[in-house]
């Protein structure tokens, strides 16, 4: 038996291995596989690991791989039994000698070292984005994300502000230009640039150092602007020490008053002059301005994605006279699914002040769907604020059940995105899963998630915001169906309900799902997440050739 990977028939007998039905063709075929191809040993040796472990030790369900979504799938499907006896036994010990001398040659320690890293990964972020306004990154900058987790770096802004709220609790603004390096929850350096530091009671002894001076907060509000060879200090609120130039000596300030550092040179004192900080002032104004424009453009690019004769379903959360439990789906094509239904969920702000989103609390809550039809290709996108991986399947849009040609798209416990396609006939499905791509700091915030199933092109691609995270080749045949479907969670559909793996609610929050019959290109979900991103993307520099 001449098995290739990935393959429906390596996925096959490997599932025969765990549960101690392997014949012998099927291990001859793997012997020769993983003595040829690495990738084949790595899944191999972690499934079947994880596989011997998880009964033993339930913490390892955090790190449930493909295998454990097949064990669902392959228990559940009707016709499916394992049968026992002395050869299943022997294809048991076979196979557990397989892995232990796979682990002599180092390989499975490796895996699971790398599974402990992950296990035990936590943020380095000590501040995070707060509001922005007309906020523009200079290229080769990463541009941050509204409420996304900043670790220590630098921050360069091109124009616009932008506010920096450390875990201290103090609150930095900047104005472009500006280059702001973060160090700590408590420290922070102006190389270049204007800004206003707030700082409550609690984070009293915040520091933020210019090249010409160090300012150490004492309950302040204060402004600073750092040019190449001049700071100058400004208190607006309490009193501030700073220390300036060569001079080892610390000065205080009190409210109204202000320094001016020069190159080395000892300070000269002057009128603190809140007029010229002004434009940092507004920045809650400037920024709810600029949320209602955001909004308002994301309306304008939805009106011309409803035209899409391809788009089955545009659920964009948008109420506009329809009862609390109808979600009227917005676009103009097919009509195949007019709304969905919505049970129990409760309406919460959504990516801007004045756009809705539904957020699901608990095992109740689901939007249901019917979705007619089959289809060559289907692409879903979703914007997500994912609040917890409390099962270990979340659903993100599930078909009920196992049906023939139906799809499950989903979060694993790990920060995995799955996409599990059924095929015809018992034991016939694929699971394609990203690398993990959601910690803990990612939690909270607005994702856009979409993942592509291609018949034509034989793969599936997913992506989180814009960005490719995976491709597999997609071995089960089109044409694909919807059916009766949920976002949000998951119905069994009549299979036992005493497996926890079976319940599969989100939580989380959502406004906006998109079901196109069709394969969108990674350009094309590029636009989708720039056109729905709470803050636009960065204007490229003009061409001065």
Not at 289 to 318: I, T
Not at 385 to 405: I, K
Request: glycine share 10%; with cysteine.
């Amino acid at each position: 038996m001449n098995l290739a990977f990935p393959s429906r028939e390596f996925d096959e007998a490997l599932a025969a291995v765990c549960h101690g039905t392997a014949s012998d063709e099927q291990m001859r075929g793997l012997n020769q596989l993983l003595g040829s191809d690495s990738a084949a040993r790595d899944e191999y040796i972690l499934r079947l690991e994880l596989h011997s472990r998880l009964a033993s030790e339930p913490d390892l369900f955090a790190y449930v791989t493909n295998e454990a979504e097949s064990r669902d799938v392959q228990s559940s499907l009707p016709g499916q039994s394992l049968p026992h006896g002395g050869r299943a036994e022997w294809n048991w010990t076979f196979a557990l000698a397989a892995c232990f001398a796979l682990i002599a040659a180092g390989w499975l320690g490796s895996r699971l070292g790398h599974m402990t890293e992950h296990r035990g990964a936590t943020t380095k972020a000590v501040a995070m984005l707060g509001r922005v306004a007309d906020a523009q990154w200079n290229q080769g900058s990463a541009a941050p994300r509204l409420g996304s987790p900043l670790e220590p770096g630098l921050l360069r802004l091109k124009s616009g502000l932008a506010q920096v709220v450390f875990y201290s609790g103090a609150r930095v603004v900047i104005e472009g230009p500006s280059e702001l390096r973060i160090i700590s929850p408590g420290e922070a350096a102006c190389l270049s640039g204007r800004l206003i530091a707030e700082v409550p009671p609690q984070a009293k002894g915040f520091r933020i150092n210019t090249p010409q001076m160090n300012v150490t907060d004492l309950g302040t509000s204060f402004g600073l602007e750092a040019k190449a060879f001049r700071t100058e200090l400004h208190v607006f609120k309490g009193g501030v020490e700073f220390q300036a130039g060569s001079n080892p000596a610390r000065q205080g300030l009190k409210e109204g008053a202000g320094a001016v550092a020069e190159n080395s040179g000892p300070a000269r004192l002057i009128a603190a002059n809140r007029t010229a900080f002004a434009s940092l002032f507004n920045l809650q104004m400037k920024s709810s301005a600029a949320e209602v424009l955001r909004h308002e453009q994301w309306v304008a690019a939805g009106s011309r994605l409803d035209e899409d004769p391809s788009l089955l379903v545009h659920l964009n959360f948008e109420q506009t006279g329809s009862p609390d439990w109808s979600l009227p789906n917005a676009g103009s094509g097919q009509k195949t699914a007019p709304e969905g239904t919505i049970v129990g969920c409760q309406w919460v702000q959504g990516r801007w002040p004045d756009k809705r989103a539904l957020e699901f609390r608990n095992v109740n809550d689901r939007i249901r769907l019917n979705v007619p039809g089959e289809f060559k290709a289907l692409t879903l996108t979703a914007w997500v604020r994912v609040q917890g991986l409390d099962r270990q399947f979340n659903s993100l849009f599930m078909s009920d059940g196992f049906e023939a040609g139906t799809v499950h798209w989903l979060i694993r416990k790990d920060g995995v995105l799955g996409l599990t396609a059924i095929g015809a006939g018992g034991g016939n499905y694929q699971i394609c899963a990203s690398p993990p791509v959601l910690p803990l700091d990612q939690f909270g915030i607005w994702l856009h998630l979409a993942v592509v199933l291609d018949g034509n092109l034989k793969r599936v691609v997913q992506y989180l915001n814009g960005l490719q995270v995976s491709e597999h080749h997609l071995a089960i045949n089109s044409p694909f169906r919807i059916g009766a479907a949920e976002l949000g969670n998951w119905n069994a559909s009549g299979f036992p309900d005493n497996d926890p793996s079976l319940i599969r609610n989100f939580s989380g929050a959502m406004d906006e799902f998109c079901l196109f019959s069709r394969r969108l290109n990674t350009r094309e979900i590029q636009d989708l997440y720039s056109a729905g991103k709470p803050q636009p993307d960065p204007v490229p520099a003009p061409n001065k050739n």
